[in-house]
C-alpha cells in the first residue's frame, strides 16, 4: 500500500545575522539570504556594508514534516559572482505544529549567525500536534543564544505566600492560579525523589504528564521537553527548580487551549 505523503505549510522568518564573514576589501560584506525548500526558493533584501544585517522577511513554504530548509548568506557583488559565506540546513521533523521555533543557527562553510523564527503550519495526519502561535526556542548551536522570554512573574501573595521546595515564596506565571501552583508544587515533589528542589529532563517528562494531562505523543513530548528545557534552564545546569518549572508550566498549557 502506498503511503501518502502528509503535506503542510512551514513559515520561516528571516530575521537577522550576526558576525558574518568579511568578504569585501573594506572588510565588511552586502548580505542576503535565500531560502529553499524542495525547489522553492525564496531570496531577501540585500543589507550594504553589514556584518550584522537586519531583514526581518516571511516566507511561506508548501512541504511536509520529513522535508528540510537550506539557507544561505551571500555577500552581493556588483560585478562578479555572488560569494556563499555561510548556509545552515534546518529539519522540519521536530516542529510543533502551530509553535514558533526561535533560534540562531550557527553558519557553516563561513562564520556567524542567522536568526530565524520557523513555523509548521497545517501538518496534517495523525500525528501532527496542534498548538497556539507563540515561541519555544532549540538549544543554541554555539554563542549568542536567543533571547528567552519567560512569562511575567509575580509573587503569589504577600501575606499568605506559597512556599517552594527550597524553602523561598514561589513566584506565580501570570495566569497560573494558586490552586495550580499547589497542584504542580505536590506533583514536584514526588518526582523530586533526592529531595534537590530541582529536576532533570527525565523527571520532566512525567511531571508534565500529571500536570497537563496532555495527550501529546512520547516522540513529540521528547522534543518539547529537550525544547524547553533548555529555554527554562538558566544557569543550564540540566536541572530546573520549582520556579522554572513553573514558568514552563505557563508556557505549555497556554499552548495547549
Same mark, same amino acid.
Given at each position: 500500500?502506498?503511503?501518502?505523503?502528509?503535506?503542510?505549510?512551514?513559515?520561516?522568518?528571516?530575521?537577522?545575522?550576526?558576525?558574518?564573514?568579511?568578504?569585501?576589501?573594506?572588510?565588511?560584506?552586502?548580505?542576503?539570504?535565500?531560502? %529553499?525548500?524542495?525547489?522553492?526558493? +525564496?531570496?531577501?533584501?540585500?543589507?550594504?556594508?553589514?556584518?550584522?544585517?537586519? *531583514?526581518?522577511?516571511?516566507?511561506?513554504?508548501?512541504?511536509?514534516?520529513?522535508?528540510?530548509? /537550506?539557507?544561505?548568506?551571500?555577500? *552581493?557583488?556588483? !560585478? @562578479?559572482?555572488?560569494?556563499?559565506?555561510?548556509?545552515?540546513?534546518?529539519?522540519?521533523?521536530?516542529?510543533?505544529? @502551530?509553535?514558533?521555533? +526561535?533560534?540562531? !543557527?550557527?553558519?557553516?562553510?563561513?562564520?556567524?549567525?542567522?536568526?530565524?523564527?520557523?513555523?509548521?503550519?497545517?501538518?496534517?495526519?495523525?500525528?501532527?500536534?496542534?498548538?497556539?502561535?507563540?515561541?519555544?526556542?532549540?538549544?543554541?548551536?554555539?554563542?549568542?543564544?536567543?533571547?528567552? +522570554?519567560?512569562?511575567?512573574?509575580?509573587?503569589?501573595?504577600?501575606?499568605?505566600?506559597?512556599? @517552594?521546595?527550597? @524553602?523561598?515564596?514561589?513566584?506565580?506565571?501570570?495566569?497560573?492560579?494558586?490552586?495550580?501552583?499547589?497542584?504542580?508544587?505536590?506533583?514536584?515533589?514526588?518526582?523530586?525523589?533526592?529531595?534537590?528542589?530541582?529536576?532533570?529532563?527525565?523527571?520532566?517528562?512525567?511531571?508534565?504528564?500529571?500536570?497537563? %494531562?496532555?495527550?501529546?505523543?512520547?516522540?513529540?513530548?521528547?522534543? !518539547? /521537553?529537550?525544547?524547553?528545557?533548555?529555554?527554562?534552564?538558566?544557569?543550564?545546569?540540566?536541572?530546573?527548580?520549582?520556579?522554572? !518549572?513553573?514558568?514552563?508550566?505557563?508556557?505549555?498549557?497556554?499552548? %495547549?487551549?
Amino acid at each position: 500500500v502506498e503511503t501518502k505523503k502528509r503535506m503542510g505549510k512551514v513559515k520561516i522568518r528571516v530575521l537577522s545575522a550576526r558576525d558574518l564573514l568579511a568578504s569585501d576589501a573594506g572588510g565588511t560584506s552586502d548580505p542576503y539570504a535565500t531560502v %529553499q525548500v524542495n525547489h522553492e526558493k +525564496h531570496k531577501t533584501k540585500t543589507v550594504q556594508r553589514n556584518l550584522n544585517p537586519n *531583514w526581518n522577511e516571511t516566507f511561506i513554504f508548501n512541504c511536509s514534516p520529513s522535508d528540510c530548509a /537550506v539557507i544561505k548568506v551571500f555577500d *552581493w557583488d556588483r !560585478f @562578479g559572482k555572488d560569494d556563499c559565506i555561510g548556509e545552515a540546513v534546518v529539519q522540519f521533523d521536530y516542529l510543533i505544529q @502551530g509553535l514558533e521555533l +526561535h533560534q540562531h !543557527f550557527t553558519l557553516s562553510g563561513g562564520k556567524g549567525q542567522i536568526e530565524l523564527g520557523i513555523t509548521a503550519e497545517d501538518f496534517s495526519g495523525p500525528n501532527a500536534q496542534r498548538g497556539q502561535q507563540q515561541q519555544y526556542h532549540a538549544p543554541p548551536q554555539q554563542h549568542h543564544p536567543p533571547q528567552q +522570554h519567560h512569562a511575567p512573574l509575580q509573587n503569589s501573595g504577600p501575606h499568605n505566600p506559597i512556599m @517552594g521546595p527550597n @524553602g523561598r515564596p514561589v513566584r506565580r506565571p501570570h495566569g497560573v492560579t494558586d490552586h495550580e501552583v499547589l497542584d504542580c508544587l505536590e506533583k514536584f515533589k514526588k518526582v523530586d525523589t533526592n529531595h534537590s528542589g530541582t529536576i532533570d529532563k527525565n523527571e520532566l517528562k512525567p511531571l508534565l504528564r500529571m500536570t497537563c %494531562q496532555t495527550t501529546m505523543s512520547d516522540n513529540l513530548l521528547d522534543r !518539547f /521537553v529537550s525544547l524547553q528545557m533548555q529555554s527554562v534552564d538558566a544557569n543550564k545546569s540540566g536541572q530546573i527548580d520549582f520556579d522554572e !518549572f513553573l514558568t514552563l508550566y505557563a508556557k505549555f498549557k497556554s499552548g %495547549q487551549n
